[in-house]
């Protein structure tokens, strides 16, 4: 770690020499945004092809399979899905040797790294490494950690807390941990999701979400948010990652984590999150390390790492999980929890020309049970993507979560306040209202079969 710091910094101090020497005063880095700034795409979306197959029982596939895709592959083992090679033996790998872009085993190596305080941790943050809230069966798997975010609403206008709308729940000095206001009256947890399998999701063309939300009856039609993508040249993207669909590529989300989780700079996020409003960056008492703390390496890694990663896998099919499944289909949990997805063909251009749908991940058939569009079932937490009317709609969407290893959670919901499937689906209001009513008027075999379905994702 020690050898790398010097190459960052010394990078970050030659890096910011050629900033005074080189560009006029008035020149701005795609990455010296404001935060609002950040989060509005200054040119449409690209067009990513035709929709691909994707099905919904009684919804008929736009296009047809063809050429036939393959199964993406399944697996908590903690082997590549090809996208990566697997590299050295996980064991030899360590803090000096590891070269984060390099195969899965570094990858992942990265991912389960422990930040320390003088190492770009903080100085608020709230856990010390990826795998901290991304572990389950593997790493990359989801966990039962929540984060808070806050903030307060008047009218159809959604104001952050100070500190921004996450708050961070540690810190390297105790007189800046974060505490919330008490006129912060919009308070919500969102719990960590999976990234298992995000690779293939990253992968499914922008055409294929649109086809599904059409596809969709109108009253439980899914809305498609097109977001930033960071890395990209400025076009945007549909969202698909996190409880809001609120980023459409994998470095961006990874890049935004390690600021905001973890509290590590890098080129896409130069700025330390500030302790409820006070600056508590390089300069202060608080931070020894200039930005960026990671020279971009890390942030690679890790969307390295979540697209080599296979998709969960299934538990056993008995009888009743089959039913189970008719039975989830005939009520029209399917609508929004779409059981099978294509990713676009490879050669396909995403992420704002950032990234091309490599032969691992492209043309697969996913089971994600999800439409990764977002929804009002009457669960909104109030907190939309950003704090901009543009997004306001969206404080009371959630998107449907992908239910592929659901059976390793026992905290459901964005929130994690539901304990067991029942209580989950007793939630769905507004757009699902309908489903979850039939769900309740199944005969007790029939709501057994669908449990025992779940039970299998
Ligand atoms: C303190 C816990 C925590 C840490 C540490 C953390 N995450 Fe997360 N992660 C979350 C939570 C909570 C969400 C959902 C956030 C939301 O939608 O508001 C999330 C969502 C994600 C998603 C979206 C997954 C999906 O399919 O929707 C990705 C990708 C991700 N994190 C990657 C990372 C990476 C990479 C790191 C390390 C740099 C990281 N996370 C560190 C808690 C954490
Ligand atoms: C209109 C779209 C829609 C329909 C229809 C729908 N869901 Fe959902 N489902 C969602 C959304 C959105 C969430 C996330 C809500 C939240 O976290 O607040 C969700 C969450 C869930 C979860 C929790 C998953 C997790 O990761 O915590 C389960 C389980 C679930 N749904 C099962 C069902 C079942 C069973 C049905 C049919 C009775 C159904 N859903 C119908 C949209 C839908």
Known sequence: MKKILLRKSSLA?????????????????????????RFLSTAPARPEGPPKMFFIEGITAPVPNQPASLPAKAGFDNLTNGYSPQGPEFDTIDEDNVEPTRSFNDARFVFEEVEASGKGLGPIYNAQSCAACHQNVVTG??????VQRTGHTEGDMFFESQGGSLIQSRATYAEIVEHVADTDETRTFRISPAALGDGYVECISDSTLTAIRDAQPESQRGTAIEVPVLEGDGSARIGRFGWKAQHASLVSFAADAYVNEMGVTSPLFMDESTSSGLFVGYGTEYDPLPEPEDDGDDVEGFALFMRSTK???????????????????????????????VTAYPGTVINGGAFVVPNALGNKTIKPYSDFL?????????????????????SRQIKTPPLWGLRTRNRLMHDGLSFTYQDAILRH????????????SLSPSDKANVLAFLNSL
């Not at 101090?13 to 795609?30: D, E, F, N, R, T």
């Not at 798997?141 to 929540?146: D, N």
């Not at 998709?311 to 499944?325: A, L, S, Y």
């Not at 909104?380 to 009317?389: E, K, M, N, S």
């Open 13 to 37: 101090i030659l890096g910011s020499l050629a900033l005074v020497c080189v560009l006029p005063a008035q020149a701005k880095l795609p990455y010296l945004k404001t935060k609002a700034e």
């Open 311 to 341: 998709v969960p896998p299934r538990g056993p099919i008995t009888t009743e999980v089959r039913n189970g499944e008719k039975r989830f289909n005939q009520i029209g949990c399917a609508v929004c929890h779409v059981s099978k997805i």
């Open 374 to 394: 977002l929804h009002d079932i009457g669960t909104g937490d109030g907190i939309p993507i950003q704090p901009l009317p543009e997004f306001f709609g969206t």
């Open 141 to 146: 798997g989801a966990s039962q950690v929540t």
């Open 429 to 440: 209001a507004g757009q699902a209202a309908d489903a979850a009513s039939q769900f309740s």
